[in-house]
Nanobody, 127 residues
Framework: QVQLVESGGGLVSAGDSLRLSCAAS????????MGWFRQAPGKEREFVAA????????TCRGSVKGRFTISRDNAKNTLYMQMNSLKPEDTAVYYC????????????????????WGQGTQVTVSS
């Protein structure tokens, strides 16, 4: 069983920055591919960014490219997402997710590919 706990959300103004963190339990974090997803009110959950097990490969959705950066520290069992130049349309609950049987260098963008999810952290961006 893997437990994921997100933190770092909050209420900010457009143009501000936030850094989300996701702390993972267990001793095999470095073997998990990880991802961030978000769900805005009244919308389906959507992919935001993903990172390979060792952090060498990342991908993200087009609307956050150049503004959001996903990273990980395997020594600290922690996933991060630096979010800059935030926009009101980034308002959502942000979730981290872990895929426990992943291939080295692989990244995953579909919800169904992930095995464990955190409880989410709210990000609200005011205009």
């Amino acid at each position: 069983q893997v437990q994921l706990v997100e933190s770092g959300g909050g209420l900010v103004s457009a143009g501000d920055s936030l850094r989300l963190s996701c702390a993972a339990s267990g001793r095999t974090f470095s073997t998990y591919a990880m991802g961030w997803f978000r769900q805005a009110p009244g919308k389906e959950r959507e992919f935001v960014a993903a990172i390979s097990m060792r952090g060498g490969i990342t991908t993200c959705r087009g609307s956050v490219k150049g503004r959001f950066t996903i990273s990980r520290d395997n020594a600290k069992n922690t996933l991060y997402m630096q979010m800059n130049s935030l926009k009101p349309e980034d308002t959502a609950v942000y979730y981290c997710a872990a895929k426990v049987r992943s291939s080295p260098g692989a990244v995953y963008s579909r919800e169904t590919e992930y095995d464990y999810w955190g409880q989410g952290t709210q990000v609200t961006v005011s205009s």
